[in-house]
């Protein structure tokens, strides 16, 4: 019931930052649409982002939290302290490096990631602009995934979970500001917006580690054997946690390589997918790992595979509906969210297919959240790299085949089957290791969950077909129109869900009504 509290805390933050990133990416679209400006701040984003999910939160994290859970548990908290200061050396000390070292070198890496803009030399050397400005980003988003790292090992979820509110707030402001003309150049507006909300964000987090009487200092670094130990796991993890983040760099990289405005419709059909994703699929693993470790550090096995199997129920629950409302209705969603100012309604079509596509891989982003705690909790971080590695030659191979017919909807659908692959082979793993066991009550509420998520999905996309003409009319019409849609559908799976057996209210409210732990 603790798993459910922490998810529920990190969720909700989770939605309040996800809310104001759509009111963001609503503000670019107005001012950007998805011409060269948004394909270069896009990509721009994209790469200090791509390193800091990769491997200050993905690969740092899945290596840092185990390790520093059981020394907490086994040494205290001086213990702990003293190995996580050791750790921050190391990791800012590289990653200092790395970032100068990658700025000095932008020109040669955007070959790399946006190949196709080589042939505009103007919209190249954009980007590479807006990329230097945005690349800091990673160093102060490394040092809040470790302090963030020590937060959930302590069970205090919200500060981590409110920081990314901080730089939605910050590109806002800059947007509004560039909108008034106020500010020139919006991209690199949007950019210097980047680096300055990283700081902030560090700033808050290191606040809240001072209050919580965990704040590091940081003193010479050396390799200790914490740190050798810490730097084993992570290597393989490097791949193995970040295998969606790696797939969705070469979507980028792919969509350069297409018409103009591919790599911004990728980008406007993935902000919308995140959105359940970050809610449910990050809140539970980041929820999930603590709780395993300290679990399996004691021997409680039984509870782990427990846990697990609550996360997979819980995370499905809440996934399935929304990927099947994102199926059927991706224009609607779209055309409320974006269509407006310099986003047309070619751009807003353009997106609703790649949406779409995105989604139907939707529950399974959020069961490899899910599954891959399973590994790290144990301190295997090679298994899910060698998953992943078949994932990813999967996706490039789809990609390449599916956009010749589909173009950059064919590289979303790719990315989406790939993912499959990925549940389907952990899940494999973890089955024949013995660490997952679906036990009676998974097992029978499932299909009821795919059930009632199915039939909903009817549902949406008959009453989208109902209000179609609210749905074409003015923007507030429109936005009545999805609001009256995404309401009855929200209902009608409730019923459903508590007719057919998928979800007992009951459980729900006696979780909630419980106090969290002091």
């Known amino acids: 019931m603790a798993l459910f509290r922490s998810i529920v805390t990190l969720g909700g933050y989770t939605l309040v930052s996800r809310i104001l990133g759509f009111a963001r990416d609503i503000l670019i679209a107005d001012v950007l649409g998805a011409g060269m400006i948004a394909d270069a701040f896009f990509v721009a984003f994209k790469f200090p982002n791509f390193f800091r999910r990769l491997f200050a939160e993905g690969a740092f994290n899945a290596a840092f939290v185990p390790l520093y859970a059981g020394r907490l548990a086994r040494e205290g908290i001086e213990a702990a302290r003293e190995f996580a200061g050791e750790a921050a050396a190391v990791l800012t000390t590289t990653l200092a ?3 100068i070292a990658s700025m000095i070198a932008m020109p040669w890496l955007m070959f ?4 196709g803009f080589a042939d505009e030399p103007e919209k190249f050397t954009l980007t590479t602009e807006l990329t230097r400005l945005t690349f800091p980003y990673l ?6 995934a470790l302090l963030g790292g020590m937060l959930n090992s302590l069970e205090r979820f919200a500060a981590t979970a409110a920081a990314p509110i901080i730089l939605n707030l910050v590109l806002i402001s800059a947007l509004v500001l560039a909108r008034a003309e106020v500010l020139d150049l919006p991209g690199h507006a949007l950019a210097w917006g980047v680096a300055i909300a990283g700081a902030g964000q560090f700033i808050a987090i290191a606040w809240a580690c001072h209050r919580a009487g965990v704040m590091i200092s940081l003193p010479r670094p050396r390799l200790t054997p914490g740190v050798r130990r810490l730097l084993t796991l992570m290597t393989p993890g ?9 797939n969705l760099v070469i979507d980028v990289i792919l969509a350069s390589l297409l018409a103009e405005g591919s790599v911004s419709y990728l980008y406007y059909a993935d902000r919308v997918n995140q959105l359940p994703l970050g809610v449910v699929g990050v809140a539970v693993g980041v929820a999930l790992l603590p709780l395993l470790s300290r679990q399996l550090g004691s021997g409680d096995t039984v509870g782990a595979r427990a846990s697990q199997n609550r996360a997979i129920e819980f995370s499905l629950l809440l996934t399935l509906p929304a990927a099947a409302a994102l199926i059927a209705i ?3 969603i779209i055309n409320v969210l974006f ?6 309604q070619a751009a807003a079509g353009a997106t609703a297919g790649a949406l779409a596509a995105f989604a139907c891989g939707l ?13 790290f909790a144990r301190e295997d971080t090679a298994t899910p790299v060698k998953i992943a590695a078949t994932a990813v030659v ?3 191979i789809l990609a390449v085949t599916l956009m010749q017919f589909l173009a950059h909807v064919g590289i979303a659908l790719a990315t989406a089957l790939s993912a499959w692959l990925n549940v389907a082979l952990l899940v494999v793993v973890l089955t024949r290791r013995g660490h997952i066991d679906p036990d009676r009550r998974l097992i029978l509420r499932l299909p009821r969950i795919v059930l009632a998520a199915a039939v909903m999905g009817i549902v949406v996309w008959q009453a989208a077909q109902s209000l179609e003409v609210m749905l074409s009319g003015s923007l507030w019409q429109r936005i009545g129109g999805l609001a009256l849609v995404v309401v009855g559908g929200a209902l009608a799976y409730a019923i459903l869900a508590q007719v057919c057996g998928a979800v007992n209210f009951r459980e729900l409210t006696t979780v909630f009504r419980r106090r969290p732990p002091p």
Not at 238 to 246: C, D, E, K, P, S
Not at 339 to 344: E, M, V
């Open 112 to 115: 790399a990631l946006a190949p």
């Open 238 to 246: 490097l791949v193995g946690a970040g295998v969606v983040q790696i």
């Open 139 to 144: 160093m102060f988003m490394a040092l809040v």
């Open 339 to 344: 269509q407006r100012g310099a986003f047309d």
């Open 97 to 99: 490096v790395f970032t």
């Open 363 to 375: 529950p399974a982003y959020v069961l490899i959240k899910t599954l891959i705690p399973a590994f």
């Open 394 to 396: 999967a996706n490039v």
């Open 330 to 332: 991706p224009h609607p």
